[in-house]
């Protein structure tokens, strides 16, 4: 579909400069007055910052349009809840306060918001990508009983160099375009990272799910509850948030057993003694190991890889073109993993659940997602509500998890499907399932003098090397291209 052709709204803020300055010349404007007229530019450019959001009450609504302000409430809350894996489970497997990843999941979705100019909706959450690294780097072990993660001084000095470099690349794709970056993550070895990530997670739930009968069978009850809403339930709503019902189904399932004796006991003195209210915790401690910096280092190659499959999932739902914005886009996760390194939250990226929750509502109005954001810093301050997080059972807590990492994993499947990736060509039979293999069998870190490399760091250099060996002269050829395309002067340019 042609994104360019006239039934499509244009963005003025994008092309505000560019018209204004074809005026004056058509016009031959006096030269003493274009730093008057360049001063008018950038005064209505900074006005028309934000969309206006014209209210749409009925139908799709675009994201330059919003519903009403109940249902801006009512959405909102909604993709919180359809976050529930990206900001409770997974810093709830990592050992991170809820409350406080909560609030600033908010925090970091309203920066996202102002520096993507209200023109981006994305939620942000906990990238699954983090999740094995950080339990390496802090040598924590989940359990349904284990106390917080104190020892992530380490892992937040990482996040911040991670977070800087992310930047790094997100000016140069803001000023040079995002072609060049396409060339180095096509979507054979995007695909190949994500699945990789996914089924060298599934480890964990496994050993989560198996560490009695009783987790076992909790576990299958979970998943199956999942499954079940997933598939059967009666709204597209209540299938959103199947993973919070699931979650809900076995925590009671597990209750109504200790009522008659069975399983072990949930611990509930925690909810009891803390506060209903009371501020997140903020733990700023930082630890420069260049070892653990150089195991962080390569998840900035696949936070780029689904940033770039995030937008272009968003512009294929909302048929607008959202390539556009990746250099903000980027630059607004940099801000959410930099913000989590000074506060001890979990990085914050953007996130897959929320793209199906889009996909199901046909709500794009960036202004719900503002509101979610806002809920979600408000439900922060509820003390209890972490509490009860941080008890929910081990077996519960393992069959919700190997469901996430399955979606993760069919997340990148998708990628192959959705780009007609060919596996007829050899090459995309090595550069996709090496890579898949060595993550899912690499359980133990590789470790070269100071630098290690975990399954799925040696996931995602394998695919990204493999790829472009295998791509040999077509490859070169390709690069050139690519560079003389990122710095053609006729490409569309972001601005302000």
Same mark, same amino acid.
């Given at each position: 579909?042609?994104?360019?052709?006239?039934?499509?709204p244009?963005?003025?803020?994008?092309?505000?400069?560019?018209?204004k300055?074809?005026?004056?010349?058509e016009?031959?404007?006096?030269?003493?007055?274009?730093?008057?007229?360049?001063?008018?530019?950038?005064?209505?450019?900074?006005?028309?910052?934000?969309?206006?959001?014209?209210?749409?009450?009925?139908?799709?609504?675009?994201?330059?349009?919003?519903?009403?302000?109940?249902?801006?409430?009512?959405?909102?809350?909604?993709?919180?809840?359809?976050?529930?894996?990206?900001?409770?489970?997974?810093?709830?497997?990592?050992?991170?306060?809820?409350?406080?990843?909560?609030?600033?999941?908010?925090?970091?979705?309203?920066?996202?918001? @102002? %520096?993507? /100019?209200?023109?981006?909706?994305?939620?942000?959450?906990?990238?699954?990508?983090?999740? !094995? *690294? &950080?339990?390496? +780097?802090?040598?924590?072990?989940?359990?349904?009983?284990?106390?917080?993660?104190?020892?992530?001084?380490?892992?937040?000095?990482?996040?911040?160099?991670?977070?800087?470099?992310?930047?790094?690349?997100?000016?140069?794709? @803001? %000023?040079? /375009?995002?072609?060049?970056?396409?060339?180095?993550?096509?979507?054979?070895?995007?695909? !190949? *990272? &994500?699945?990789? +990530?996914?089924?060298?997670?599934?480890?964990?739930?496994?050993?989560?799910?198996?560490?009695?009968?009783?987790?076992?069978?909790?576990?299958?009850?979970?998943?199956?509850?999942?499954?079940?809403i997933?598939?059967?339930?009666?709204?597209?709503?209540?299938?959103?948030?199947?993973?919070?019902l699931?979650?809900?189904?076995?925590?009671? *399932?597990?209750?109504?057993?200790?009522?008659?004796?069975?399983?072990?006991?949930?611990?509930?003195?925690?909810?009891?003694?803390?506060?209903?209210?009371?501020?997140?915790?903020?733990?700023?401690?930082?630890?420069?190991?260049?070892s653990?910096?150089?195991?962080?280092?390569?998840?900035?190659?696949?936070?780029?890889?689904?940033?770039?499959?995030?937008?272009?999932?968003?512009?294929?739902?909302t048929?607008r073109?959202?390539?556009?914005?990746?250099?903000?886009?980027?630059?607004?996760?940099?801000?959410?993993?930099?913000?989590?390194?000074?506060?001890?939250?979990?990085?914050?990226?953007?996130?897959?659940?929320?793209?199906?929750?889009?996909?199901?509502?046909?709500?794009?109005?960036?202004?719900?997602?503002?509101?979610?954001?806002?809920?979600?810093?408000?439900?922060?301050?509820?003390?209890?509500?972490?509490?009860?997080?941080?008890?929910?059972?081990?077996?519960?807590?393992?069959?919700?998890?190997?469901?996430?990492?399955?979606?993760?994993?069919?997340t990148?499947?998708?990628?192959?499907?959705?780009?007609?990736?060919?596996?007829?060509?050899?090459?995309?039979i090595?550069?996709?399932?090496?890579?898949?293999?060595?993550?899912?069998?690499?359980?133990?870190?590789?470790?070269?003098n100071?630098?290690?490399?975990?399954?799925?760091?040696?996931?995602?250099?394998?695919?990204?090397?493999?790829?472009?060996?295998?791509?040999?002269?077509?490859?070169?050829?390709?690069?050139?291209?690519?560079?003389?395309?990122?710095?053609?002067?006729?490409?569309?340019?972001?601005?302000?």
């Amino acid at each position: 579909m042609n994104l360019s052709t006239s039934n499509q709204p244009q963005d003025s803020s994008i092309h505000i400069l560019h018209d204004k300055e074809s005026s004056h010349q058509e016009l031959g404007s006096p030269s003493e007055d274009t730093d008057q007229q360049y001063h008018h530019d950038w005064k209505y450019a900074l006005k028309h910052y934000f969309p206006h959001y014209t209210y749409q009450p009925i139908g799709t609504v675009q994201i330059e349009e919003r519903p009403s302000w109940f249902y801006c409430v009512a959405y909102g809350i909604q993709h919180v809840l359809a976050m529930f894996s990206g900001v409770i489970v997974l810093p709830l497997i990592l050992g991170y306060d809820s409350n406080t990843s909560l609030f600033f999941s908010g925090v970091s979705t309203l920066i996202f918001f @102002i %520096v993507t /100019g209200g023109r981006v909706p994305s939620y942000l959450g906990c990238s699954g990508s983090f999740v !094995s *690294i &950080i339990l390496t +780097i802090s040598n924590y072990t989940s359990t349904s009983n284990s106390e917080m993660n104190t020892n992530t001084a380490a892992v937040q000095g990482a996040i911040l160099v991670l977070s800087l470099a992310y930047a790094v690349v997100a000016l140069v794709v @803001i %000023v040079f /375009g995002c072609k060049w970056l396409e060339f180095f993550m096509p979507p054979i070895v995007t695909g !190949s *990272i &994500i699945t990789s +990530i996914g089924l060298h997670l599934s480890f964990l739930s496994y050993d989560e799910a198996t560490k009695s009968s009783f987790d076992t069978y909790m576990a299958i009850a979970t998943a199956s509850a999942i499954m079940l809403i997933s598939v059967y339930a009666p709204t597209n709503a209540l299938r959103r948030i199947a993973l919070l019902l699931g979650t809900m189904t076995g925590y009671f *399932i597990h209750a109504m057993c200790n009522l008659k004796g069975v399983g072990p006991s949930i611990d509930y003195s925690e909810i009891a003694s803390n506060p209903w209210i009371r501020a997140p915790s903020v733990y700023f401690n930082l630890k420069f190991d260049s070892s653990s910096i150089g195991m962080v280092m390569p998840i900035l190659i696949v936070l780029l890889a689904e940033n770039l499959g995030h937008m272009k999932a968003i512009g294929s739902i909302t048929h607008r073109p959202m390539l556009r914005y990746v250099g903000r886009a980027y630059l607004g996760d940099a801000m959410g993993c930099f913000v989590a390194s000074l506060t001890g939250a979990v990085p914050f990226t953007t996130y897959a659940e929320n793209i199906g929750v889009l996909s199901v509502t046909q709500v794009f109005s960036p202004l719900v997602i503002l509101f979610a954001a806002v809920f979600a810093m408000l439900l922060g301050f509820f003390a209890k509500f972490s509490a009860i997080v941080k008890s929910i059972p081990q077996g519960v807590l393992g069959g919700v998890t190997i469901i996430l990492y399955t979606l993760i994993a069919i997340t990148g499947i998708r990628i192959w499907v959705v780009n007609k990736v060919d596996f007829n060509d050899t090459r995309n039979i090595f550069v996709g399932g090496l890579p898949v293999i060595l993550a899912t069998v690499m359980q133990t870190p590789l470790q070269v003098n100071n630098f290690q490399l975990d399954g799925i760091g040696a996931a995602t250099f394998g695919s990204i090397i493999l790829y472009q060996v295998l791509q040999g002269y077509d490859g070169l050829a390709m690069y050139r291209k690519s560079i003389k395309s990122a710095f053609n002067k006729n490409k569309p340019r972001e601005t302000v």
